[in-house]
Every structure is written in structure tokens, then in C-alpha cells.
């Protein structure tokens, strides 16, 4: 059957798409892609002239384009590939078209979500599961107003001698190791670089806020703005990582959100604020005092309980787990507290009508659609059985006793299995493919012997 008798975009995506095109008439190419499992797009490149045809769902991808290994590789043993006949979805426009600035020749971008052939969502595609939970905390009478955090390397092109990467630095940080936090300097060093990713997210309709330098010589950190759609706040967080990496191609220059690139040096974070908001728009963590209200600790509760369940979506690499050290600022256990750092959930000081809680696990390197999924079904949990959450924590979160967070990957995949939680909120099929897709990631890393095995081990023992 034709898909472009079945879908008709939605007037306003429609109207904001066509003006683009009015707009840009020596337009040359226009990428259609999605968002994959691991959070990598995928996609083609068509020639302009298909933009009509594009938003009326004429691009058709395998449906298993979106359950790709990391490698992109297919999963082996997967419903969607030989025991379907790897058969197509088609790609429906979720934005409207816009300008991919970093380009040589002029190039528009589609983002688009994998649908089964009949236009009915896919379960293989992450959105359709953060979709999901969305909707079961509408039913009870909430919106999650989110933002996020995302923590990345500005790396040179060309690497060291042992051909590891090479942050860019305005500092000499291998005579005298630096942080350069909140250096100024190192944001004027690349202020070139920073002024294309500030236009490019304009052009984007991307919220970026503010720039900050991080913890580490060339790392930094660009904060979203909130809103209170979920699904768009992970649309633009992917969004804003391909346009960081894009934009720095174009200057000579890679972006890496790889939890930890560098063993002695921070590690790259995407920290989440979120505060539920009821059907009259009112902050219902907001009671007027400095502590929150009940539905705060509920929410906190929920979160800490669930957390450990989440891990497979918050850590989701092997490199993910090496973050997580005692006094880096990534958490190592479960706990909360009020304006406290070191805590798994920090409540940022701030006027009671902002009242929010910052969730501080996940990495820079996660699928977003995943994360925020991961949260709101543990807020939806502590909701629905009204759970409170230990005492806040003040001081060093690191020296209190209380369950630590899964620091494996084999243990993290094995309690996602078996958590009843994602049974009920997610799609069980999506929840099988997942592992699937995870289990064949870990066993083609564990397979590897690597480098400092051999130095250590290959002459010596």
C-alpha cells in the first residue's frame, strides 16, 4: 500500500517545513533519519526534491535499522531481522525541516520515528517507549517538566603518540594538570566553535542556555532549557549531540560524549532536572517551603527504588561503569539530598515555585528517550504506591551506608531481566530486544584482549 495515502503530517510541522524550503531554494540534500537503540542516527541522504514525498512517509527503512549493535550490526536472533524477513517500517516526521549549517553544500535535516508499515508505532523504536511511559503519568494527572545537562570533550582531530585523543586546551594542562573549571579563557580559546553551535542550535530551534568550561582541560558543558514535553526534551538533547559533533567536524575538531575517555580525568555526564506539573500548571513539588511536598518525596522515593533497575539505561556501555569513582561527582549509591553534589538525587536550591529534582546518574553517552523513560517510570512508581525515601543526606554522600549502585555491566543487564518494573512500563518486547541487543555489545567486549593486557601480562607471567 502507498504510506503517503495513510499519513498526512501534522499543519503546523507541514506549514514550518514548506516555508524552509520557500526560504532555502538552493537546497542540495536533505537527511531523513532516526534515532536508534544506542541513541545513534540512522538514516539517508536524499536529494532535495524529495522533501514533499519525505513528509508524507515515502522514506522506508528495515525495521530493524533501530536495534542496531553499536557496531551497526544487526542483533543476532532478532524478531526484526531474518524471522520477520527483515521487512520495513516507514519514517514519519516528528520536526520540520531544518538547515544542517555544518555542511559544505546546503543541507536540510528530517528527524523522523520508525513506524510499523500500517503507520501504527514501532516498539523497537526508543520513542515510542518514552511515549509510553509519558502517557501513564498523564493518566495520573501529571506533566514532567525536564532540561538536561550534557557534558562533552572538544578533542583534536589528530591524536598522541600512543594514538590516544588529544583534548583542546588553552592551558598547558601536561606541564600542570588542570580543571579549568569555570575557566573563561578556555570558552574564549574556542569561541569560534561555540558561535557556530549557538547559530546552529537557533536554526535548529534547539534551546541551548548556557556554556560553561568543566572539569577537565577541553571538556565542557551546554545546559537545554526546560519544557514540559518529555519526548521533545530527548528529540533536541539527540538532536544537540549530532549538531555538537557536526559542527565540529567543520572546524577541524571531534566532539566525544563517551562516559569516560580518560581514565584519570572527569568523565562526561547528562544530568536531568525534572518537576511534575498538574493539569493547571502548577508545580506539585511546590508547597512553599525549602523541603518540597509530599509528591517531591514520593517522586525521590520512586527514582531510588527503581534506580538500580535503570542502570542498563543510564550506564548502558562498558566504558559507562568507569565514571562512576569515590569524589568525582558521578554517585556511587543511593541516596538524595538538598542542594548536595554528591548525592544521587539533588534538590538545587532555588525559589519554591522551581522546585526540581536534578537526577545525576546517567553518562553523555546514553539514548535520552531511554533515560528520561527510566525516570519518569520510577517517579510513576513512587507515586502510585506513595513511597518515601530515606533521610536527605548532608555532607559527603560517599561516606554514607545505604545500597550502592550496580557497577557492573553484566550486573546491571542481569537486574534489568529481572526487574518487574519494565514489565509493566515498557513494551515486553522492547525489554527482550534490548537485552538482546546489550548482551551481544558485551560479549563482543569481553572477547577482546586489550592493550595493557598484553604489556602486563604477555612477557611477564
Given at each position: 500500500m502507498s504510506s503517503e495515502k495513510e499519513y498526512s503530517a501534522p499543519p503546523e510541522l507541514l506549514e514550518q517545513s514548506r516555508e524552509f524550503?520557500?526560504?532555502?531554494?538552493?537546497?542540495?540534500?536533505?537527511?531523513?533519519?532516526?534515532?536508534?537503540?544506542?541513541?545513534?542516527?540512522?538514516?539517508?541522504?536524499?536529494?532535495?526534491d524529495s522533501a514533499e514525498k519525505l513528509l508524507k512517509g515515502s522514506l522506508q527503512m528495515p525495521r530493524s535499522a533501530v536495534s542496531l549493535d553499536v557496531w551497526g550490526r544487526d542483533i543476532e536472533n532478532s524478531p526484526l531481522v531474518f524471522a520477520s524477513g527483515d521487512s520495513d517500517g516507514i519514517c514519519l516526521p516528528?520536526?520540520?525541516?531544518?538547515?544542517?549549517?555544518?555542511?559544505?553544500?546546503?543541507?536540510?535535516?528530517?528527524?523522523?520515528?520508525?513506524?510499523?508499515?500500517?503507520?501504527?508505532?514501532?516498539?523497537?523504536?526508543?520513542?515510542?517507549?518514552?511515549?509510553?511511559v509519558v502517557a501513564r503519568l498523564k493518566e495520573l494527572g501529571y506533566t514532567a517538566v525536564c532540561a538536561t545537562e550534557l557534558e562533552f570533550y572538544l578533542l583534536r582531530e589528530e591524536v598522541d603518540h600512543l594514538e590516544r585523543p588529544r583534548p583542546v586546551s588553552d592551558n598547558d594542562a601536561e606541564l600542570v594538570p588542570s580543571t579549568d573549571v569555570y575557566d573563561l579563557?578556555?570558552?574564549?580559546?574556542?569561541?569560534?566553535?561555540?558561535?557556530?553551535?549557538?547559530?546552529?542550535?537557533?536554526?535548529?530551534?534547539?534551546?541551548?542556555?548556557?556554556?560553561?568550561?568543566?572539569?577537565?582541560?577541553?571538556?565542557?558543558?551546554?545546559?537545554?532549557?526546560?519544557?514540559?514535553?518529555?519526548?521533545?526534551?530527548a528529540d533536541q538533547t539527540l538532536l544537540f549531540k549530532r549538531l555538537l559533533k557536526g559542527v565540529a567536524r567543520s572546524h577541524g575538531l571531534r566532539v566525544s560524549t563517551m562516559a569516560k575517555p580518560f581514565g584519570?580525568?572527569?568523565?562526561?555526564?547528562?544530568?536531568?532536572?525534572?518537576?511534575?506539573?498538574?493539569?493547571?500548571?502548577?508545580?506539585?513539588?511546590?508547597?512553599?517551603t525549602d523541603e518540597g511536598s509530599e509528591l517531591l518525596r514520593h517522586a525521590a522515593a520512586g527514582m531510588l527504588a527503581t534506580a538500580n533497575d535503570a542502570m542498563a539505561f543510564f550506564a548502558p556501555h562498558s566504558n559507562s561503569y568507569r565514571r562512576f569513582q569515590e569524589s568525582s561527582?558521578?554517585?556511587?549509591?543511593?541516596?538524595?539530598?538538598?542542594?548536595?553534589r554528591t548525592t544521587t538525587l539533588r534538590v538545587p536550591a532555588s525559589d519554591p515555585a522551581a522546585r526540581r529534582i536534578e537526577h545525576r546518574i546517567a553518562?553523555?553517552?546514553?539514548?535520552?528517550?531511554?533515560?528520561?523513560?527510566?525516570?519518569?517510570?520510577?517517579?510513576?512508581h513512587g507515586l502510585e504506591n506513595r513511597l518515601e525515601p530515606p533521610a536527605p543526606v548532608e555532607g559527603d554522600a560517599y561516606q554514607v551506608e545505604s545500597e550502592q549502585l550496580i557497577n557492573t555491566w553484566g550486573a546491571a543487564l542481569q537486574r534489568f531481566e529481572q526487574s518487574e518494573l519494565w514489565q509493566s512500563y515498557l513494551d515486553p518486547r522492547f525489554v527482550e530486544l534490548f537485552l538482546l541487543l546489550k548482551r551481544q555489545e558485551l560479549a563482543e567486549i569481553g572477547a577482546r584482549v586489550t592493550d595493557v593486557e598484553y604489556q602486563s601480562y604477555l612477557h611477564r607471567v
Open positions: 524550503l520557500r526560504k532555502h531554494p538552493d537546497l542540495k540534500w536533505i537527511e531523513g533519519f532516526m534515532f536508534d537503540i544506542n541513541g545513534i542516527p540512522r538514516g539517508k541522504w536524499l536529494p532535495a516528528v520536526s520540520p525541516i531544518c538547515r544542517a549549517g555544518w555542511h559544505r553544500e546546503e543541507t536540510a535535516q528530517l528527524h523522523m520515528q520508525l513506524h510499523e508499515a500500517d503507520g501504527s508505532p514501532l516498539y523497537a523504536d526508543p520513542r515510542t517507549q518514552l511515549q509510553r579563557s578556555e570558552l574564549d580559546a574556542q569561541r569560534h566553535f561555540f558561535a557556530d553551535v549557538r547559530a546552529a542550535c537557533e536554526e535548529q530551534g534547539i534551546p541551548a542556555d548556557s556554556v560553561l568550561s568543566e572539569c577537565a582541560p577541553g571538556q565542557f558543558e551546554i545546559n537545554l532549557l526546560h519544557s514540559a514535553d518529555p519526548v521533545a526534551v584519570d580525568q572527569a568523565g562526561n555526564g547528562m544530568h536531568v532536572h525534572m518537576s511534575l506539573i498538574d493539569d493547571s500548571g502548577k508545580n506539585v513539588f511546590d508547597n512553599g561527582h558521578a554517585p556511587l549509591n543511593l541516596c538524595w539530598g538538598y542542594d548536595n553518562g553523555a553517552d546514553v539514548n535520552p528517550y531511554l533515560v528520561l523513560a527510566a525516570i519518569l517510570a520510577g517517579v510513576c
